[in-house]
């Protein structure tokens, strides 16, 4: 039913916690479902430096947050302002239909994240302008 990386990053999720003083904080979820999502990152020169997440949730949110938040250290904004939920599920090596919404959460936590630092240094960061956060239905 789950792929082996779904339950490796499930297991052994990698950049738990939060950052102090974090650049960006998203927060997204759905409260019916109990999946909540926070994303916190650390941004230098337009280069994600770090990031780290706070899950509360199913083993596929923790493990969509856990693998998308390695797949966008070390990237510019621009790459990550591209990132889909599709990249986070062909990275855990695919997800239940039922759990791709976990991957949908993960963008938009990392999506509002980037919105929160555009607001807190007067930014415009492109490929944001009509971005809305989806509503999450299981």
């Keep these: 039913m789950y ?3 779904v339950m490796d990053h499930f297991m052994n999720p990698r950049n738990v916690g939060e ?3 974090a650049d960006g904080v998203g927060e997204v979820g ?3 479902c109990g999946d909540i999502m926070k ?13 780290k997440f706070k ?6 949110a923790i493990a969509s947050s856990s693998m998308a938040t390695e797949l966008i250290k070390g990237k510019s904004i ?18 239940p239909p039922k759990k791709v919404h976990c ?6 936590a990392i999506k509002v994240a980037l919105m929160d630092y555009a607001k807190k240094n007067n930014l415009n ?8 956060v989806r509503e999450h239905e299981h």
């Design 3 to 5: 792929s082996e990386k």
């Design 19 to 21: 950052i102090e003083n």
């Design 30 to 32: 759905n409260p019916q």
């Design 39 to 51: 994303i916190f990152l650390k941004i230098e020169n337009d280069i994600i430096v770090d990031a």
């Design 55 to 60: 899950t509360f949730g199913c083993g596929s």
């Design 78 to 95: 621009d790459e990550v302002v591209s990132l889909t939920n599709r990249a986070v599920v062909e990275a855990l090596d695919g997800l």
């Design 103 to 108: 991957s949908v959460l993960a963008e938009d």
């Design 125 to 132: 960061i492109k490929g944001l302008e009509n971005f809305k």
